[in-house]
Nanobody, 123 residues
Framework: EVQLVESGGGLVQAGGSLRLSCAASGFTFDDYAIGWFRQAPGKDREGVSCIKSSDGSTYYVDSVKGRFTISSDNAKNTVYLQMNSLKPEDTAVYYC????????????????WGKGTLVTVSS
């Protein structure tokens, strides 16, 4: 059974930090690009950041560049998103997602989804 299990969401003040984790199981970790989408109330879901651990390639949406860092631990089949300098506009449900390539992930052609974790940034 494929699973993507997110953790690490919560409430933080603006300027603060959080680290999200996504533990993957049920598929070959190295074969997939894995990362985070987010959806704020009343807004479309957007791709935030992704990593393809087999070659280290990454993607960041412009609004988080310089503030968020994605990494992976292949031994633990886990992807992390370190989020610093958080802003109220980062408030959203963050979903872990896996696709067969970085390009497919960026285009939203996702094969597996997690259930999401809520990040709330207060002003």
């Amino acid at each position: 059974e494929v699973q993507l299990v997110e953790s690490g969401g919560g409430l933080v003040q603006a300027g603060g930090s959080l680290r999200l984790s996504c533990a993957a199981s049920g598929f070959t970790f190295d074969d997939y690009a894995i990362g985070w989408f987010r959806q704020a109330p009343g807004k479309d879901r957007e791709g935030v950041s992704c990593i393809k651990s087999s070659d280290g390639s990454t993607y960041y949406v412009d609004s988080v560049k310089g503030r968020f860092t994605i990494s992976s631990d292949n031994a633990k089949n886990t992807v992390y998103l370190q989020m610093n300098s958080l802003k109220p506009e980062d408030t959203a449900v963050y979903y872990c997602a896996a696709a067969l390539s970085l390009g497919r992930w960026v285009n939203g052609w996702v094969d597996y989804w997690g259930k999401g974790t809520l990040v709330t940034v207060s002003s």
